[in-house]
């Protein structure tokens, strides 16, 4: 299939939860992603893998930090969760 690129062979690896007390770090390609808690240390993220190859497409996202992104891949290529759609207010 053209634009789809193979990560790594083998089954899917699960989700490791993070950012909550006493959960381990993510690896080094990945990020804590934590949408609409944006860093609350009560409620745990999901390791996500940091997003590449990302498209155009403007769908604005509003990312923890306040600033905004032109879509949700784009946050994630930063490393940055989605704390609602739209530009950030």
Same mark, same amino acid.
Request: charge should be positive; proline fraction near 8%; charged fraction near 15%.
């Given at each position: 299939?053209?634009?789809?690129?193979?990560?790594?062979?083998?089954?899917?690896?699960?989700?490791?939860?993070?950012?909550?007390?006493?959960?381990?770090?993510?690896?080094?390609?990945?990020?804590? *992603?934590?949408?609409?808690? !944006? =860093?609350?240390?009560?409620?745990?993220?999901? %390791?996500?893998?940091? /997003? @590449? #190859?990302?498209?155009?497409?403007? *769908?604005?996202?509003?990312? !923890? =930090?306040?600033?905004?992104?032109?879509?949700? %891949?784009?946050?994630? /290529? @930063? #490393?940055?969760?989605?704390?609602?759609?739209?530009?950030?207010?």
């Amino acid at each position: 299939m053209a634009g789809i690129k193979v990560a790594y062979s083998g089954p899917c690896k699960t989700s490791q939860p993070c950012g909550g007390r006493g959960l381990a770090p993510c690896g080094a390609e990945e990020f804590c *992603n934590q949408p609409t808690h !944006c =860093g609350r240390t009560d409620i745990p993220g999901k %390791c996500t893998p940091i /997003a @590449q #190859g990302c498209t155009k497409e403007y *769908n604005p996202v509003c990312g !923890c =930090g306040g600033q905004t992104y032109a879509n949700e %891949c784009l946050a994630h /290529a @930063q #490393g940055v969760s989605v704390q609602y759609a739209g530009a950030c207010k």
